[in-house]
DNA sequence: ACGATATATTTCGACAAGGGTATATTCGTT
DNA sequence: AACGAATATACCCTTGTCGAAATATATCGT
């Protein structure tokens, strides 16, 4: 099972997603939309699916694929703690500083 | 050349950011701090540097490195236009709609 | 200049990811 | 039941990354 980053290395798999922000694809609309084969979209959209990415909705034949937002907002959280490196608002620093304290103390 | 998400694809190269988070380091700080050996390490620094994660700074025999901000920036801009999907303000919600419009007229 | 310490680079082998092609599965249609 | 469309999986091959070990380079102290 792939981490988030090691899903998001892959430029096709960030196209994927790309495009999935416009609203839920079939795996023929991202074929055609991306220019990828029809095994590689499969393959990439099973390992989106596996690590959470996105989620499925089968309807007859077709199977919609939506975005999901936990592996996002586990970036997000992945970032806080270095936000303070170019956001320069007082209250990043200031918390920032307070969770260095901790850090040490510990 | 390895793209941003792909540096960030390795968990040793974010351990050795995390600990960078904490201040300049040399090698063999690193080296002692994670349990990295030290070619490893300095191989790892050569890629954070190649891909402007880090800077370097020699003084004597030792070379501090530091974090610089411009990958994170990066990640945070890569993350805006999905923010949206979990971030329950407004505005944001609003601007999304505007940028989609922008984007079906081309 | 020499030895020691700190760091960088090279070489190698193991391993896994990525894509192409072929094939299997699933579901709707007739 | 048979066929076709949509999707998933298996297999193969190529390629790139990773770490280990060995070696090279740089800088300081003497």
Known sequence: MLSTFEVLSS????DIIAQLRR??????DLNEALGISQPVVSK????????GFVRVRPEGQR???E?????????DQ???????????????LGRHLDAQ???NQS
Chains 1, 2 share one sequence.
């Not at 609203?23 to 023929?28: E, T």
């Not at 990439?44 to 690590?51: A, K, M, N, P, Q």
């Open 23 to 28: 609203g839920p694809s079939s795996v023929s």
């Open 101 to 103: 304290r901790e850090e």
């Open 44 to 51: 990439h959209l099973r390992v989106l699916r596996d690590t």
């Open 63 to 65: 199977r919609w694929y």
């Open 67 to 75: 975005l999901r937002t936990e592996p996002f907002r586990e970036v």
């Open 11 to 14: 430029a096709v798999r960030r």
């Open 78 to 92: 992945w970032l806080e703690p270095y936000r303070w490196m170019w956001e320069d608002r007082l209250d990043r």
